[in-house]
């Protein structure tokens, strides 16, 4: 049995903030404050803790990403920010914090040394789309959307961008932060934003599928793996092969390398020890 536990936000008015289930290595969290799935303070530091303890939970191999609702995400709670408009500071205080918090988050999901998952069904904006182009891989409904409206209401979508400028060409980019419209699944797909597009009643199924495949993998390589790919990308070409080179010769000295080709060489399938 998965098993569930939820978060609420801080005035108490919601239940169920974020549900999360574990199952064959697979850890779901779902965001479920719908209609919005804001990332309020109360969801980002809730999601900041399920991916701390996912790090060091061994029983944990992927992470995967998902939502309520016709929104995946829209991004700050733009409520909130406003409520301490009135604060002594104007609000930069809380401000610093919210955006501070989300780019720590986005960081975990890079860092954390099992791949994160986003399964999207539905709008993701701003934030929210910060949120999918930070996760490793993202799978969506073919009716799902995406956008970088920041600019439609005074304030671009800066920290967005960071994630989105990574994985989507330059002027692609561009375009969604300067015009702030929305684009469809299939230009998401195109800019590089999401893997793949799927019909809504076979998200879940193909989600799976891609996380059970993943999760059967050493969780040791894994690790080694998205740290390296993540560390190269921001080197020059040569320095990046050099570094790679050396990742490499660490990684034939692990056990599981030692048993991966073993077993390949033996036709068999591998037994993986995590060392």
Request: net charge negative; aromatic share 6%.
């Amino acid at each position: 049995m998965a098993e569930i536990v939820s978060f609420r936000k801080e005035a108490g008015k919601t239940e169920g903030l974020l549900l999360r289930s574990l199952h064959d290595g697979v850890l779901r969290l779902l965001l479920n404050d719908p209609p919005a799935n804001a990332l309020s303070i109360a969801l980002l530091e809730a999601l900041m803790a399920e991916l701390e303890k996912a790090e060091v939970d061994s029983d944990v191999r992927v992470v995967v990403i998902a939502s309520t609702g016709a929104v995946f995400s829209a991004g700050h709670d733009l409520k909130e920010l406003t409520a301490h408009r009135v604060d002594e500071d104007q609000g930069a205080a809380f401000f610093e914090k919210s955006f501070r918090l989300c780019a720590d988050l986005m960081l975990k999901i890079a860092h954390l040394p099992k791949p994160v998952i986003a399964e999207v069904d539905g709008l993701a904006t701003a934030a929210g789309c910060q949120l999918v182009a930070s996760c490793d891989l993202a799978i969506c409904t073919d009716t799902s959307t995406f956008c970088t409206p920041g600019v439609n209401i005074g304030l671009f979508c800066s920290t967005p961008m960071v994630a989105v400028s990574r994985v989507a060409h330059r002027k692609q980019a561009m375009e969604m932060l300067l015009t702030g419209e929305t684009i469809d699944a299939s230009t998401a797909k195109d800019f590089g934003l999401v893997n793949r597009i799927v019909p809504k009643q076979y998200l879940a199924q193909v989600v799976s599928k891609y996380a059970a495949v993943i999760a059967g993998k050493s969780p040791l390589i894994l690790k080694i793996g998205k740290e390296a790919f993540y560390r190269q990308l921001e080197m020059p070409v040569a320095a990046a092969y050099d570094y790679a080179s050396r990742v490499m010769v660490e990684n034939m000295l692990t056990r599981d390398a030692q048993e991966g080709i073993g077993a390949f060489l033996g036709k068999r399938k591998p037994e993986w020890k995590g060392e």
